[in-house]
C-alpha cells in the first residue's frame, strides 16, 4: 500500500464508527473537536490552495475542475509542468520541478461513515460549518471539481474512503485486481534519466488529492493515456535520486483552447500529446495484469 494512503487509513474503532453513522443518520450532526480528533479530520485549521497554487501553477490537481484552464490573474506559469514524450530517453537531462504538494493530512471517513456525506455545498456546510467557513475558497473549488460535467470520453468520482476509491478504479478499469502507483520521492532539480518503464494498460484511472475536512480524491480515468515510469539519477554522480510516475495524454482535442498545456508546449489543441508527472499524493490505479 503506497504510503500516501496507508498514513490516511481512518483511526476510528468499531465502536467509533457504528456511534457516529448512527449520528449522521439522524440528520442532525454536526463536527464536534471531539469527533475531528477522533478520526483526524483538519477541522480546524484555514487551508487556501489558491495561495498555493499562485506562488507554484502546474500540477493537474490543482485546476483540474476548471479543465485546466489558465485565470487570467495567473500570469507566470512553471513551463516544466507539462512536457512532450519526446524528453523519454535514456541518458537524457532534465528538470523536475517540486511536485510535493503541501496540503493538510486527514483520514479517509469509513465507508459507512462517508456513505452518508454527499460532496454537496449544503451537506458540507451542515456537518462541517466551522470548517466550511475556515477554509471556504478551497472547499468550493473542490466543490467544483466533483461536480463539474465529465469531459467527453471521461468517467470521474470523488471517492471519501478508501473502499469508494478501489470500488470506482474496478469499475472504471473494468477489472478487480489493481495496481497503485505513487511517484517515489519529490526532490526538484536536474538529473538524468536511467530508465523508463511504459506500462502496456489501455485504460489508466488518475486519483488527484483535493481539499475536504477529511481526505476526498478527484479520480478520472480518460481514454488515450499512458503511464510511465521514470528512474531519476544525479547528473554528477550517477546516484539513484527516485522514480516518477509521469501521464501523457495522447488526445489533447477535446482540451480547451485555453489549457496551461498549450501556453507552455506551444500547440493547439489536438496537435500533440501533454505529459504531466504525479505528485507525491497522487495516485494511478491500473489492472495488474
Known sequence: MPESIFKKLSPLTKWDRNYYTKMISKNDFSESPNFCTLAKLSCSSEYDDFKIIK???GPLTKLYGINGALPSQFDKVDEF?????????????????????????RAFLPLEIASKISISRKNIRKIFPKSYELSKSSI???????NAEAMKGEIKNCPKSLEEMISFSKFALSKNKLLALTSQSTRTGDFLIKK????????IVACHEVYLPFAAYFCHSISSSRIYAVDLVEAETRLSVNTVIAICHMDTSRWPANHVAFKILKFSPGEGEACHWMSNIDLAWIADD
Open 55 to 57: 506562488q507554484s501553477y
Open 81 to 105: 509542468s507539462y512536457f512532450r514524450l519526446s524528453i523519454f530517453r535514456e541518458g537524457n537531462k532534465l528538470h523536475l520541478s517540486d511536485l510535493e504538494e503541501k496540503i493538510p493530512n
Open 140 to 146: 468550493e473549488t473542490t466543490l467544483s471539481y466533483c
Open 196 to 203: 523508463i518503464k511504459k506500462f502496456d494498460t489501455p485504460k
